[in-house]
C-alpha cells in the first residue's frame, strides 16, 4: 500500500480531517470506486491499525442518512461500520475498518456459497421481525410514488439513450400506468426496515463474530422503511451473479419459516416478483446511466441476467400491466446489452 498524492482542495480537506481525528502520519490509499459520488479511503498506520474515510461531497452527497441508519443497526445488534469521527457538513466521516472479505471475494475464495446466502437470509428474517414503529420518524417511506420514479429510469436511461429506443411521450405516460395498476401487489404485510442494496458486495464476512452478527453491513444509507420482500429479491435476484436455484429456494423456504409475520406467502411471493420486477428495471437505468453520462461501462455485462430475471417475474399474472407493455412497446432487437456510452435514438 503505497501512500495517496494529496492535491486539490477536496484532498486537502479530507487529509485535514483525518489529521484532526489522530490519524496524522497515516499512510492514504484509494479503494475501489461504487456507483455514487462517493469515495472511500484506507488509512493504514505503521502498527497496523486501520480505517477508512468515507468521502462524500456534500454538493452530491449527504453522510448524515448513513450515520443515522448505522445508530440504527447498531442499536438492532448488527455489525456495521463504527464511526470514529464525523464532520457532517464537509461530508467526511472516519470509519471503522471492516476488513476486505466481501460476500464477493468470500465466493471467489472458496467459502460456502449456501453458507453464505442462508447467513444473509437469517439476518434479513431478524431485520422483517423488527417493529419499526419507533423509528418510523427517522427514515424515509419507499411509497408507491418512489417506487415508480425508480421504474422510470428503465425508460429514460435504458430505453432510450441506451439501447436507442425512441419511446414517445404517449408510450412514457402508458407505462407509468401500467404500474400503478400493478404496485398495490408489492403491499403485503407490515412495513419493515428495507436495507435497497443487499447484495454481495455490500455484506462482509466477518471472522471471530457469531450468528448474524458474522455478516457485516455496507452502503445501507438508502435505507427507507417498506415491503420486507425488497431486500430478499435485492439478495436472491442478484443483478452481479448467478444464484443455484436450490439455495434460492432453501433460503427462501428458511426465510419464511422464520418470519411467520409475513401471513400469506402467496402474497408475499406476489410481491416479490414485482418488486423484483421494479428491482431490475430500476437497475437497467442506472447500469446505462453510469455508462452514458460517466463512461463506466463495467456494469454493462449485467444486463442478460437482469432480462432473464425479468421474463422468470413476469410468469405472475400479477405483473400482466407491466410484461403486456414491454411485449407491446420493446421488440426482441431492443432487449440487448446497450453499447458502450449508450445509442442514440
Not at 73 to 96: N, T, W
Not at 168 to 174: L, V
Request: aromatic share 10%; glycine share 8%; net charge negative.
Amino acid at each position: 500500500m503505497s501512500d495517496t498524492i494529496v492535491s486539490g482542495p477536496r484532498a486537502r480537506a479530507r487529509r485535514a480531517f483525518w489529521d484532526e481525528a489522530g490519524w496524522s502520519g497515516a499512510m492514504e490509499s484509494a479503494l475501489a470506486a461504487d456507483a455514487s459520488f462517493r469515495r472511500y479511503f484506507r488509512l493504514s498506520r505503521p502498527d497496523g491499525q486501520r480505517a477508512i474515510v468515507m468521502d462524500a461531497p456534500p454538493e452530491k452527497e449527504d453522510v448524515r442518512p448513513f450515520v443515522e441508519v448505522a445508530e440504527i443497526l447498531e442499536d438492532f445488534g448488527y455489525s456495521v461500520p463504527g464511526i470514529l469521527a464525523s464532520d457532517r457538513e464537509s461530508g467526511f466521516l472516519l470509519l471503522e475498518d471492516l476488513g476486505d472479505m466481501t460476500y464477493t471475494r468470500a465466493l471467489t475464495a472458496g467459502y460456502q456459497e449456501r453458507a453464505l446466502y442462508s447467513l444473509a437470509g437469517d439476518l434479513l428474517a431478524d431485520l422483517a421481525s423488527r417493529d419499526v414503529r419507533p423509528i418510523r420518524d427517522r427514515l424515509p417511506s419507499y411509497d408507491d410514488a418512489k417506487l415508480l420514479q425508480e421504474t422510470l429510469l428503465f425508460v429514460d436511461w435504458y430505453l432510450r439513450p441506451g439501447v436507442g429506443l425512441p419511446v414517445d411521450d404517449d408510450a412514457r405516460e402508458a407505462y407509468i400506468a401500467a404500474w400503478r395498476e400493478v404496485l398495490p401487489s408489492a403491499r403485503c404485510g407490515r412495513d419493515v426496515l428495507v436495507l435497497r442494496d443487499f447484495h454481495v458486495d455490500n455484506m462482509m464476512v466477518l471472522e471471530g463474530r457469531h450468528g448474524i452478527a458474522a455478516c457485516g453491513l455496507l452502503d445501507f444509507q438508502d435505507a427507507v422503511t417498506g415491503p420486507a420482500s425488497y431486500d430478499l429479491v435485492s439478495l436472491l435476484q442478484d443483478s452481479r451473479r448467478d444464484i443455484p436455484p436450490e439455495i434460492v429456494s432453501e433460503v427462501m423456504e428458511r426465510y419464511l419459516e422464520a418470519v411467520p409475520e409475513i401471513g400469506d406467502r402467496d402474497a408475499f411471493m406476489r410481491s416479490y416478483r414485482v418488486l423484483g420486477t421494479q428491482r431490475a428495471l430500476k437497475v437497467f437505468g442506472i447500469f446505462a446511466r453510469q455508462s452514458v453520462l460517466y463512461g463506466n461501462h463495467g456494469y454493462l455485462g449485467h444486463i442478460p441476467r437482469l432480462w432473464r430475471l425479468t421474463m422468470e417475474n413476469f410468469s405472475d399474472d400479477a405483473l400482466a400491466p407491466v410484461r403486456d407493455w414491454i411485449e407491446k412497446h420493446v421488440p426482441d432487437d431492443y432487449r440487448v446489452t446497450p453499447p458502450p456510452g449508450g445509442r442514440a435514438p
